[in-house]
């Protein structure tokens, strides 16, 4: 199994400059997530969806936008970027309904805004 | 909402030594235990869950990790470290459908 699949896995951006990160997982899973993670500051929720149709803020969700038309695909679309959207980037999802909480993440976006 | 506190930001230990990586979280109402490794340029791999029974908990590569309620505590051990242990080390709290993560605990095993 492919499990999650994030692309690109490198990006620079110019300032203003927009782009879409993309995230598809292949277990079916009902619930995926957008994390960014900054040095010492661990992981923190962007946006999250329960499934197609569905999307909910997280922690952080200014300067982005996501959508879920199907099971499979979670984009995150970032609009002007800024300097302190700097980070890394990552997808993850879960089957939440099997009472199994755990999370299968993708291997990240390194992004950087210059 | 939760917080997940992780004791430690650096610990550094010799190779075949122990090492404890301590998580401490705020609420013990009805929550899932986790703790994930993050290899350099790389995603975040689950080691081990505590969802219930008992609260000895076996992961891979030799880690264990003990739920204590009353202290609200989710520890990760290993007996002896090695070498290919050094990564980033996250614990993670899941509490009605909403994950929590601590801000990692960097381990670095030194030879």
């Known amino acids: 199994n492919a499990g999650v699949t994030q692309t690109p896995k490198f990006r620079i951006l110019k300032i203003g400059q927009s782009m879409t990160l993309q995230c598809t997982q292949d277990m079916n899973h009902n619930y995926m997530y957008w994390y960014r993670q900054d040095p010492g500051m661990g992981l923190k929720l962007i946006y999250y969806?329960?499934?197609?149709?569905?999307?909910d803020k997280g922690e952080v969700p200014n300067g982005y936008n996501v959508s879920r038309s199907t099971t499979e695909d979670f984009p995150l679309r970032l609009e002007l970027a800024a300097p302190s959207q700097t980070s890394v980037y990552f997808c993850a999802s879960s089957l939440v309904s099997t009472g199994d909480y755990g999370y299968t993440f993708g291997s990240g976006t390194r992004l950087t805004v210059v | 909402a939760q917080s997940v506190t992780q004791l430690d930001s650096q610990v550094p230990v010799f190779e075949e030594a122990p090492v404890e990586l301590r998580c401490n979280y705020s609420s013990s109402v009805s929550v899932y235990l986790f703790w994930y490794v993050q290899y350099p340029n790389q995603g975040l791999q689950l080691l081990l869950k505590?969802?219930?029974?008992?609260?000895l908990v076996k992961g891979i590569n030799g880690f264990e990790a003990e739920f204590n309620k009353s202290q609200t505590s989710f520890h990760l051990r290993k007996p002896s470290v090695h070498i290919s242990d050094t990564a980033e080390y996250f614990c993670?709290?899941?509490?009605?459908?909403?994950?929590?993560f601590g801000t990692g605990t960097s381990l670095t095993v030194i030879p």
């Open positions: 505590y969802l219930s029974g008992s609260t």
């Open positions: 969806s329960v499934g197609a149709g569905i999307t």
């Open positions: 993670a709290v899941s509490e009605w459908s909403q994950f929590y």
